[in-house]
C-alpha cells in the first residue's frame, strides 16, 4: 500500500550539512517535493515535504530519520482557524500560497482545508482580526 | 403605483409588510416582472461589513472629584490616544488611532496589532478600559492626572459618529510593479499577482439607491449591530463621477456619515482590524432599509453583480503618486469568481470586506422590519447627487511664502 504525507523535519544544526534526505530515495525508494525549506536564525533546518512511497518503506525511512536526530511533524496541523473571530472577509485567501484557504462560492464563507497548508503562516500576518492562529508546541 | 412611506410604516405596524433583501429582489423581479415585484414588496434590506478607517465615537467620561479639564490636555484610553479638542470630559477615539509608542513601520511591515477600532470593540464588548490623563489644571478644574478604569455602563454618552462609511463601489487594487506592498487592500504581490476588491456589490446599500432617492439625512439604518441614523453625507461624497446607464457609479462615488448610542451596539459588527503594513482600523456593519416607493427605486435595488463595475487601480505607482489613470473595468460577477483579467494576464481576486456577514446585516434587518420593530423613515433632506455638481478634489498644494523681517 502506497502513502502521501506531509510533514515538517526539523534537522538540529548539526545535522544541517548532511545528505539525510537522499537516503529516503536511495535506501527506502520514497518520493518527495519540497514544500519549504528554511534555516532558522539559530541555524536549525526546517524543511517541508510530501513524500510518497510504499508504506512500510515510509515507516522505515521516518525511523531512521528519527534515529538520526531529525524532529518530525505532521504539517498543517499546527494552523487553525478561530471560526468565533473570523468575519470571513477574504483577505486571507489572496495571500495563501495553495489552496488550503478558500471561498466557498454559495455560502461566500472561507474555508479552511489543513490538508493543503504548507504552515507559511502568510495568513496568520495577514488576517486582520488574529483568527487564524498557530499552535506552538 | 406609487407607495408612500407611510403606507409601508403602517404595514409594518400591522406586521403584513413584504420584506426581502437585496439579494432576494433579484429573483423575484425576474420572475415576477417589475411592475408587479414593486407593487408586492414594500422594502428591500442592503448590508454590508467591511474595514471603514473614518470611524469613531465621542466619549463623555462624567466629572472627577475634583474636577480634570481634559480638553487641552492629552489623553489615552488603553495607552490608544483620544482626540482632547473638546470640553473637559469629552473625548472623541478615531478608529485609526495608535499607541504612540507602536513602532508603526518602523519594522516593515508594521503590524499595527491594536488602535482605536480594538478599543471601540473592547469597549462595546463591556471590558473595562484604561483611562489615563494628564491635564494642565485651573482654577475650576484643578487636577492634572488620572489614570481609572472606565466601562460603557458608567459613562454618560458613547456615541458612534462616523464622517465617511459606506462607500458606494470601490477600487480594485493591484500592483505593477516588482516589490510585493502593503496596503488598506490588503497585500498585493508583484507583477499583477493578485487583484483586491471591497464591496458587498449587489447588497451594498448605495450601489442599491444609487440617486440616492431614499437615502438621506435622518435615515434610520441597522449600525453596529444596533440603531443607527444617517447624519449628513459623508467626506470625500463624490456624486458626480462617471455612471453606467443603469445610474450606478462606476468608482467609488457617494459616502454616508452615520451616528448611533454605542451603547446598543455589538462588538460583532465593530471590529477591531489590523492591515498588515497599514495600519489600525474598524470594521463595520452598516444595513440600510430602501422603501420600494414605485417601480423605479425597485428596479435599482434588483442591481445584480454583473451590472456592477468598478476601476482596476495600480496601488504600486499610480495610486500613492495620485496619478488619475484606470488599468480597466471590471464587474463584481467578474472579482467574486475568483480571477480577472488584466492587460492581458490572468489573476487572482480576493474580496477584503465580508460577502457573508453583508448578507447576514440584510437578513437580521429584514427580521427586525418584518417582526415590526424597526419602521422607516423618511429622510428630512436628500444628500447631493449628481445634479449637485459636486466633485471630489484633490488637494490643492500653495506654499507657503517664507517671510522676511
Ligand atoms: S483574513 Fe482572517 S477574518 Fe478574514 S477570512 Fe481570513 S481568517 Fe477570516
Ligand atoms: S499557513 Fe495559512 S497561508 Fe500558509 S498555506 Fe497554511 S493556510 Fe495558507
Redesign the pocket.
Known amino acids: 500500500m502506497s502513502v502521501c504525507r506531509r510533514i515538517v523535519l526539523r534537522f538540529p544544526k548539526n545535522l544541517v550539512e548532511k545528505p539525510l534526505v537522499y537516503h529516503l530515495v536511495k535506501d527506502y525508494d520514497l518520493k518527495f517535493n519540497i514544500l519549504r525549506a528554511k534555516i532558522t536564525p539559530e541555524e536549525e533546518g526546517l524543511l517541508s515535504l510530501e513524500i510518497k512511497g510504499d508504506k512500510n518503506n515510509y515507516s522505515r525511512g521516518i525511523d531512521f530519520l528519527t534515529k538520526s536526530g531529525v524532529t518530525i511533524e505532521q504539517l498543517?496541523q499546527k494552523?487553525r482557524k478561530n471560526e468565533d473571530l473570523c468575519t470571513q472577509c477574504g483577505l486571507?485567501v489572496s495571500?495563501?500560497?495553495?489552496p488550503?484557504?478558500a471561498i466557498d462560492r454559495k455560502s461566500r464563507e472561507v474555508i479552511?482545508d489543513?490538508n493543503?497548508?504548507?504552515?507559511?503562516?502568510?495568513?496568520?500576518k495577514v488576517c486582520p482580526v488574529k483568527a487564524?492562529e498557530i499552535k506552538f508546541d | 403605483m406609487a407607495k408612500t412611506y407611510e403606507e409601508i410604516n403602517e404595514k409594518i405596524r400591522k406586521g403584513h409588510a413584504v420584506v426581502v433583501t437585496a439579494e432576494e429582489i433579484i429573483g423575484i423581479v425576474e420572475e415576477k416582472g417589475l411592475k408587479k415585484a414593486a407593487h408586492e414588496v414594500d422594502v428591500v434590506t442592503t448590508g454590508t461589513f467591511g474595514p471603514m478607517c473614518s470611524s469613531g465615537a465621542f466619549l463623555n467620561f462624567g466629572h472627577s472629584t475634583p474636577r480634570i479639564k481634559l480638553g487641552g490636555g492629552h489623553a489615552y484610553l488603553n495607552n490608544v490616544p483620544v482626540y482632547t479638542g473638546l470640553a473637559a470630559v469629552d473625548v472623541y477615539l478615531g478608529a485609526t488611532a495608535i499607541p504612540d509608542d507602536d513602532p508603526r513601520n518602523k519594522v516593515y511591515p508594521g503590524e499595527f496589532s491594536y488602535g482605536g477600532g480594538h478599543v471601540i470593540e473592547e469597549l462595546v464588548a463591556g471590558k473595562d478600559l484604561v483611562l489615563s490623563a494628564t491635564a494642565y489644571g485651573t482654577d475650576c478644574y484643578p487636577r492634572k492626572k488620572i489614570e481609572i478604569l472606565v466601562n460603557i455602563q458608567d459613562i454618560n454618552e458613547a456615541i458612534l459618529f462616523s464622517p465617511r462609511n459606506a462607500y458606494q463601489n470601490y477600487n480594485c487594487a493591484v500592483n505593477l510593479t516588482d516589490k510585493i506592498i502593503y496596503t488598506y487592500m490588503g497585500v498585493l504581490q508583484a507583477n499583477l499577482g493578485n487583484a483586491n476588491f471591497c464591496s458587498a456589490a449587489q447588497l451594498s446599500p448605495l450601489l442599491n439607491d444609487p440617486l440616492y432617492k431614499t437615502i438621506g439625512i435622518g435615515t434610520k439604518i441597522f449600525l453596529g449591530g444596533g440603531i443607527g441614523y444617517v447624519a449628513w453625507n459623508g467626506t470625500q461624497h463624490n456624486p458626480t463621477v462617471k455612471r453606467k446607464e443603469n445610474g450606478v457609479p462606476q468608482a467609488g462615488a457617494g459616502t454616508l456619515s452615520v451616528v448611533g448610542d454605542l451603547k446598543q451596539m455589538k462588538a460583532k459588527y465593530l471590529r477591531g482590524s489590523s492591515f498588515l503594513g497599514y495600519g489600525a482600523t474598524m470594521t463595520v456593519g452598516i444595513g440600510i432599509p430602501i422603501p420600494i416607493l414605485n417601480e423605479e427605486i425597485c428596479q435599482y435595488t434588483a442591481v445584480k453583480n454583473q451590472d456592477l463595475w468598478c476601476q482596476v487601480v495600480d496601488y504600486g505607482k499610480n495610486y500613492p503618486n495620485n496619478l488619475p489613470s484606470s488599468l480597466g473595468e471590471v464587474n463584481y460577477a467578474q472579482l467574486f469568481s475568483g480571477e480577472i483579467e488584466v492587460q492581458g494576464k490572468k489573476i487572482p481576486t480576493a474580496p477584503i470586506s465580508s460577502y457573508s456577514i453583508a448578507r447576514e446585516i440584510a437578513g437580521t434587518l429584514k427580521e427586525w422590519i418584518k417582526k415590526g420593530d424597526f419602521e422607516l423613515t423618511q429622510p428630512v433632506q436628500c444628500i447631493p447627487g449628481p445634479e449637485s455638481g459636486i466633485t471630489f478634489k484633490s488637494m490643492k498644494e500653495r506654499l507657503v511664502e517664507p517671510r522676511f523681517e
Not at chain 1, 493543503?116 to 496568520?124: L, S, W
Request: aromatic share 4%.
Open positions: 498543517g494552523i486571507c495571500v495563501c500560497p495553495t488550503a484557504l479552511f489543513s493543503h497548508c504548507v504552515t507559511c503562516e502568510m495568513c496568520i487564524m
